[in-house]
């Protein structure tokens, strides 16, 4: 379903955007900011995909959504976790941090 | 759970799409505007930074087309889109959807129309409020001979009415005839003569008026009159202001005081108008069970306890009145009345009831054999498709979304299928309602309604999910290895794959077979009914026409009886005509009179015993009667001219009456009868044949015939019956023609007369096989329509069964196999089907025909003959059904087919 652009590991954009909007409630482009200054500009989220991205976890409930107005008085829709978005979070990066492991370890094995 | 979960997730989606989707548009402004600012304040040109935002962004339209799909509730979309497919699917196979839909639409039709019936007829049938609460009241003289129930008298309802605890309104009613003058053409019109508790005891208002008043029901008081709807648009033009005219009925001046609404209908009575019944206190005595008894009971009283409350009564009743003329109270006393009550609507709807049921479960084996069918072609079709269905879940299609695809194939044809059968019972219902007897209550009221349309629903409902369930079973997971290498459809053909359309075959053929039988058993009952005599010849030719001489109008009984002997001769005269008289009433017609005789020399008939003497039925008929309507004179003569002109006390009596008692005919004929203690003998001038009066299933009833102008009859002066049937013989009898020459004959003697219930004796006849015409019809349909469909599946299965083991054919004729050899093997395998399917249908048979045993005459529910001849032919059909389809098996080139995979 996701299309990627080829610069966010596919499956990945998910558990990024919860990871964004852990600390605290933001707009779209406040994430797709967020996730390149995180990762020092080598991570570009596609907006083609970021928004898709935020209705389907709004949809899954994860996030939630509401609009608000900016420090400069403008009109956005902010997006927050939910609690299940925050369990689902945690499990998120659980099974991330398994499989990075496990790929890390594949590609440090030295050939016999 | 989790999907109901995810359902509730996206119906929510539904709701809030909305305004997600304004929300989109704004969201995206946004965020360009914010990545245009930015780009401005690291220094770039406002053109660039907003070309560079753009192309950052990757093509709005996309992005809001693929956040739209997210919002949009997928399962709705992916049903739409499986409708869609599904219908392609469908029209792609032109024949296969187009048999399918047909077959459904014809079970699921006639199932609807007849349940319309059943519902309308049987499940509430009457138009009142609380009809629950509305029975019959009736007695049993359980102290005396007689199977019949006897009705209520003016006495019961004074005693009864002043005493019961239990009844909220008692009424009683009777039916009459009414001669209406002093309009333009005179007119003889059937009406109620109803007591003042029965109209309010039904609970329904006039629409316009009042009910009748008490005072109505006074002798002396002004006659008043109600109209029924029907009567009031014929003849009042529907006049609003027709109450307090008056109108000339039986030659004396009536008041119209009310008018009853358009959906009134008097338990299944055709009156037009309803007169007052009135009691004169001192003439009521025991006995005069004349009229018949309907009580509202008082909320939450039972049937029982009315029945307990009224046994209660009965001495008083008898103990209060005094006794009929010339009649001991020792005999009223000894026939010992109990109430016999019924729930008004078991009366009403009656055998008809029986019958709806037997029809409607007919009807639904039929479209269960329909629905077997269907799953049979859509098993075929599967099979057909297991490659694509194969090929498309390995190309990753899931399980499920392969079965809820086929689940919408077959919804898809079951709902098509439901709507057309609904259009097909919409006319059904007009066939059958010319079809169906009259004495089926309210047909002609019957319609479509919600309800049933609903009962449409679920049956096409249930019909997809019966014939659709196989398939998707058997199908939505098939092993792709397993299909993909069998190399296609033609590849061999497993047992196990052929057990599901094997046992719907031979589910067709059981359920054909009993429906076969069960029609076999009508046709028989039909033919058994023909085959009696119904004690009168060639009902066809014999015109029949009631005529009544009211009192306002001739008061003189032995004036009327000139006049209906003057008309008598003046219809004689008529060309063609070759015999003509009168009677009470014509054979074959409702409640005649019954009650015990006396028989002169015989002490043991004598009143002071006469309570445990059998129960005759009495008939009044004038000169040449028996002549006019074909009954032999078994011996002596009819009654004659003379003997009413003369008021000879004389009588005829059937022959198993004269049998019965005087063991001879001829040793009846100078013997003396009467009919109670006091009368005049009466002798005996002649016997006749017996004529089935109750109808050609029941037993010919012992019946006496009394001359319609007897002196001291029942202690009345003279008894004259001024209203009687005529019967015309004539070859034109039916027709236009001789009705109005038999008009103006009638009016040569009296302008102010008019003919009623014109019809012919053919008429009552048929009437009185009305029901089971009407069981044989349907049972025919359904067993012709079960027969052809299951011969249709036995060949689809040897054609189908044929084409997919070509190979296997080739090879064995290859191998030496012969022509015939092969061709056996494919009769063989449609014969075993067949006669696996004879044995269970039997089965099933022996035990279901049964319940229809009340409607069968002169055979028994398990007739071996039909049995046998049922079986015979279904074999038949099968042996034929495989064999054309076999044959092609015999054809196959085994060079051509080997080489061909």
Not at chain 2, 521 to 530: H, K, N, P, S
Request: aromatic share 6%; glycine share 10%.
């Amino acid at each position: 379903m996701t299309k990627e652009r080829g610069d966010i590991l596919q499956g990945t954009l998910d558990l990024l955007v919860l990871k964004a909007l852990q600390l605290e409630p933001m707009h779209g482009w406040g994430i797709t900011e967020r996730i390149e200054q995180w990762s020092e500009q080598v991570l570009q989220v596609g907006q083609g995909t970021l928004y898709p991205a935020l209705y389907r976890l709004e949809r899954q409930e994860f996030i939630h959504s509401e609009w608000r107005v900016t420090e400069n008085s403008r009109r956005a829709r902010y997006y927050a976790l939910t609690r299940s978005g925050r369990k689902q979070l945690e499990a998120e990066l659980a099974q991330w941090r398994r499989n990075s492991r496990a790929v890390n370890q594949v590609l440090a094995a030295t050939t016999p | 759970m989790r999907w109901i979960r995810e359902s509730f997730r996206r119906l929510r989606g539904v709701v809030r799409s909305d305004e997600l989707e304004q929300g989109l548009d704004d969201e995206i402004r946004f965020h360009l505007e914010q990545q245009i600012a930015k780009h401005i304040k690291a220094g770039m040109a406002p053109e660039e930074a907003r070309r560079q935002a753009y192309l950052k962004f990757g093509g709005v339209a996309r992005t809001k087309e693929s956040a739209r799909d997210e919002l949009r509730p997928v399962l709705l979309q992916d049903s739409l889109r499986d409708i869609r497919h599904g219908i392609r699917a469908l029209r792609r196979a032109p024949g296969f959807t187009v048999v399918a839909i047909l077959t459904l639409a014809l079970g699921i039709g006639a199932t609807t129309a007849v349940f319309t019936v059943v519902k309308g007829v049987v499940i509430n049938p009457l138009p009142y409020p609380d009809a629950d609460r509305l029975i019959v009241v009736q007695h049993w003289a359980s102290g005396m001979n007689t199977k019949i129930p006897f009705t209520m008298s003016g006495a019961m309802l004074s005693t009864y009415t002043d005493e019961n605890r239990t009844f909220q309104q008692l009424g009683v009613w009777s039916r009459t005839t009414a001669s209406l003058s002093g309009g333009d053409a005179p007119e003889e019109v059937e009406g109620l003569r109803v007591s003042q508790g029965t109209l309010p005891a039904l609970g329904v208002e006039p629409a316009l008026g009042r009910w009748f008043a008490p005072g109505d029901h006074v002798r002396g008081a002004p006659d008043a009159v109600i109209l029924l709807d029907g009567h009031w648009r014929r003849r009042y033009g529907a006049d609003p202001k027709v109450l307090g005219r008056e109108v000339l009925i039986d030659s004396r001046p009536h008041t119209i005081v009310g008018v009853m609404p358009e959906a009134f209908r008097f338990l299944t009575e055709t009156p037009e108008i309803l007169l007052p019944l009135r009691f004169e206190p001192a003439e009521l005595t025991l006995g005069r069970t004349n009229h018949y008894g309907i009580a509202r009971l008082k909320p939450g009283v039972t049937l029982e306890q009315a029945a307990a409350d009224i046994a209660r009564i009965i001495p008083i009743y008898l103990q209060n009145w005094p006794s009929f003329p010339g009649v001991d109270r020792s005999v009223f006393l000894r026939a010992h009345p109990v109430p016999a009550f019924v729930p008004l609507k078991d009366s009403v709807v009656g055998s008809a009831g029986e019958m709806l049921w037997v029809v409607m479960g007919t009807i639904g084996i039929a479209l269960l054999i329909a629905c077997a069918n269907v799953a049979n072609l859509v098993l075929v079709r599967a099979e057909g498709r297991r490659h694509e269905m194969a090929l498309r879940s390995a190309l990753g299609a899931r399980r499920g979304r392969i079965a809820r695809e086929l689940l919408l194939e077959n919804l898809i044809l079951g709902l098509t299928g439901g709507a057309l059968g609904v259009a097909l019972a919409f006319g059904g219902l007009r066939l059958l309602a010319t079809l169906a007897p009259r004495s089926i209550p309210r047909l002609q009221e019957v319609s479509l309604d919600p309800a049933v349309l609903g009962f449409a629903l679920v049956l096409s409902l249930l019909s997809a999910v019966v014939f659709g369930c196989i398939p998707i079973v058997r199908h939505a997971g098939a092993r792709l290895g397993h299909v993909l290498r069998g190399a296609g459809p033609s590849a061999g053909v497993s047992r196990e794959r052929h057990r599901a359309r094997n046992g719907l075959v031979v589910l067709q053929v059981g359920l054909a077979m009993v429906l076969l039988i069960a029609s076999g058993l009508m046709i028989r009952t039909f033919a058994a009914l023909r085959a009696v005599p119904p004690g009168f010849s060639e009902p066809n030719s014999v015109q029949i026409a009631r005529l009544s001489i009211p009192a306002g109008e001739v008061a003189d009984p032995d004036q009327v009886l000139r006049m209906q002997l003057g008309i008598r001769e003046r219809v004689a005269a008529i060309a063609g005509v070759s015999a003509v008289s009168f009677a009470g009433r014509e054979p074959m017609s409702k409640a005649p009179g019954r009650s015990v005789i006396m028989v002169e020399g015989r002490p043991e008939t004598d009143e002071a015993v006469s309570g445990t003497q059998p129960i005759r039925w009495f008939r009044y008929v004038g000169p040449g009667f028996f002549r006019a309507v074909g009954t032999p004179v078994v011996a002596g003569r009819e009654v004659t001219e003379a003997d009413l002109l003369e008021h000879r006390a004389v009588a005829v009596i059937s022959e198993n009456l004269a049998r019965e008692v005087f063991k001879d005919p001829e040793a009846a004929v100078g013997q003396r009868i009467r009919e109670t203690g006091e009368s005049p003998w009466r002798e005996i001038v002649g016997v006749v044949g017996d004529i089935y009066d109750l109808g050609l299933q029941e037993p010919a009833p012992p019946i006496v015939y009394w001359p319609t102008l007897m002196e001291e009859f029942y202690g009345a002066p003279v008894q004259l019956q001024r209203a009687v049937t005529f019967a015309i013989r004539s070859p034109r009898a039916g027709s236009e023609a001789l009705l109005s020459e038999i008009r103006s004959a009638v009016r040569t003697v009296s302008p102010n007369l008019a003919l009623a219930r014109v019809s012919t004796l053919g008429d009552v006849y048929d009437r009185s096989m009305a029901g089971t015409s009407f069981t044989l019809v349907m049972l025919a349909l359904a067993g012709g329509m079960a027969l052809g469909l299951g011969g249709l599946g036995i060949y689809g299965m040897i054609a189908y069964s044929v084409s997919l083991r070509t190979r296997e054919i080739g090879i064995r004729t290859a191998l030496g196999a012969s022509r015939r050899g092969l061709e056996g093997m494919f009769v063989r395998h449609g014969l075993v089907l067949a006669v696996v399917g004879v044995i269970a249908g039997g089965a099933a048979a022996v035990g279901l025909t049964r319940l229809m045993g009340s409607l069968l005459f002169g055979t028994s529910p398990h007739d071996p003959a039909i049995f046998g001849l049922v079986a015979l032919g279904l074999v038949g059909i099968a042996t034929v059904a495989s064999w054309l389809p076999a044959r092609r098996a015999g054809r196959v080139d085994p060079m051509r087919t080997l080489r061909g995979e």
